[in-house]
Nanobody
């Protein structure tokens, strides 16, 4: 079992910056792929950025060059540095931890955990 606690959200003006943090507890953090998702009012939850246990990253096209995901395994923490924020970045941001493996030749999610979310509002 993994518990995830996000922090760092808030109100920021367009063009500003925020850094979100997600602290994990309860299992071996380094084994999990970590992700940040967001959900705006009336929209589906979408992937923002993801980092594997090996440190490989991928991003949604809408955030490339502005948002950066990183992890510190010694602190059991994943970060999302958010720069040049836009009003369309306004959403609740969720931290996700996934452990997967190849089972009978098929990639399979073994464990999947979510944090409670943190609100990010970009407005003047």
């Amino acid at each position: 079992q993994v518990q995830l606690v996000e922090s760092g959200g808030g109100l920021v003006q367009p063009g500003g910056s925020l850094r979100l943090s997600c602290v994990a507890s309860g299992s071996i953090f380094s084994r999990y792929a970590m992700g940040w998702y967001r959900q705006a009012p009336g929209k589906e939850r979408e992937l923002v950025a993801r980092i594997t246990s090996g440190g490989s990253t991928n991003y949604a096209d809408s955030v490339k060059g502005r948002l950066t995901i990183s992890r510190d395994n010694a602190k059991n923490t994943v970060y999302l540095q958010m720069n040049s924020l836009k009003p369309e970045d306004t959403a609740v941001y969720y931290c996700n931890a996934v452990m997967s493996a190849v089972v009978l030749g098929t990639p399979t999610v073994l464990e999947d955990y979510w944090g409670q979310g943190t609100q990010v509002t970009v407005s003047s």
